[in-house]
């Protein structure tokens, strides 16, 4: 029986994610969910509660869901990556990554991820970047990834790219991990596409019509734990952000955050502009993209700048992780792992303190963060909030 480690963000909850959970439990194995917390990819902060979305996981069938912690949760595919793989390599009990991906072959992303791996590719990427530095970073990478090896990659969906990432994280570091992939249902990352509802289409459904309009996007359970988060006023959308992104950038200059991971000269001044000018968060983001900035590496650079994550931050490995849920089998496992693992696994919030002063500084400055989104709430929530929470445990 193998013991599969997931990388997810479950924002929210929805019947791909059930699906691809219930592939793995035919095999008999466990279920580990690696779970972004208050931060997801996007850049954005996740629309409900990571205890919530945790406990919408367990009851899909995931065993136990611990936290990919902010700013790994919020960073790009590579430092995201590179956290949630970290994390599960140390626990000591996993023994394969399993992820979801539109091609649905696992050696076509291996064969991927070792040509990026390659000492050819680092070196045509890094000699190309300098040559073209008002492209995009994506465009480049692919450009440069094609003039080496042809059409034959995997990066033509959201979750090869992430899929490549994690695979070349294992090999790059020779970890201890083997990985498997299975074919994505339904719609792709964006909201395009037949099948299953994204976690995309679902949040903008409910910010365009409200929660009603997505009870038959998302199972039963997760609709219900969703439900009771939006009558308790405790989601998130990003629209709720604009007032306290908009004075930080009317507060600053662009030499003040330029040095922040994913900023640069050029896109400090466009945010701060863009922040001068902007009435609505959609306008902000807009106001500050062009073709060598994406979306979500707008939103990136703000959220970093904004909360002061560094790039040396995004290198280093991760110093805790946090039980956010688990069933009767995940608390074996978490047996388990105490006395296998070589990573601080936080139970309570409130007593981070007890696993050493590297893990309490990263999360001290993790939880300052989480308090920004807790504030950013509908029904804005007190950060004494925070140091209450305890992990869901399914009986």
Do not use: W
């Amino acid at each position: 029986m193998k013991n599969f480690a997931v990388i997810c963000e479950y924002n929210p909850f929805h019947f791909g994610h059930e699906y691809q959970i219930s592939e793995l439990k035919k095999s008999g194995g466990s279920i580990t969910a690696v779970m972004s917390g208050d931060f997801c990819q996007r850049g954005e902060a996740a629309i409900i509660d990571k205890y919530a979305r945790a406990r919408a996981a367990v009851e899909g069938g995931a065993d136990l869901v611990l936290e990919l912690p902010f700013p790994y949760s919020a960073a790009g595919a590579e430092k995201f990556a590179f956290g949630a793989t970290d994390i599960i390599s140390r626990l000591g009990f996993i023994d394969e990554i399993s992820f979801g991906s539109e091609c649905g072959y696992a050696e076509l992303i291996e064969k991927t991820a070792r040509n990026i791996n390659s000492s050819d590719f680092e070196r045509a990427l890094c000699e190309n970047m300098k040559a073209n530095s008002q492209k995009p970073y994506g465009e480049t990478y692919f450009e440069t990834y094609r003039s080496l090896f042809g059409n034959d990659g995997v990066f033509s969906g959201s979750n090869n790219i992430l899929g490549v990432a994690y695979a070349a994280e294992i090999i790059r570091r020779n970890l201890p991990l083997s990985f498997s992939t299975i074919k994505r249902v339904g719609q792709a990352y964006g909201g395009s596409g037949e099948g299953f509802a994204s976690a995309t289409s679902v949040r903008e459904e409910i910010i365009k019509n409200g929660m009603d309009s997505a009870i038959d996007m998302l199972p039963e359970y997760s609709y219900k734990i969703l439900n009771v988060e939006y009558e308790k006023g405790t989601i998130v959308l990003p629209e709720y952000f604009f007032s306290v992104f908009a004075s930080f950038l009317r507060m600053k200059k662009a030499h003040e955050i330029a040095d922040f991971a994913e900023n640069d000269r050029s896109l400090a001044a466009r945010l701060i502009k863009a922040g001068g000018e902007a009435r609505s968060m959609t306008e902000l983001y807009a106001l500050a993209g062009t073709k060598k900035y994406s979306p979500s590496r707008v939103r990136r650079a703000l959220l970093f700048s904004f909360f002061g994550v560094t790039r040396d931050m995004l290198c280093e490995p991760p110093a805790y992780t946090v039980l956010l849920a688990a069933n009767e089998r995940g608390r074996a496992l978490l047996s388990s792992a105490r006395k296998k693992s070589n990573i601080p696994i936080i139970t309570k919030p409130a007593d981070n303190a007890r696993y050493g002063e590297k893990a309490e500084k990263a999360f001290e400055f993790a939880s300052r963060a989480a308090s920004v989104r807790i504030l950013a709430q509908k029904s804005p929530g007190a950060s004494g909030d925070l140091m209450r929470k305890t992990p869901f445990m399914y009986k």
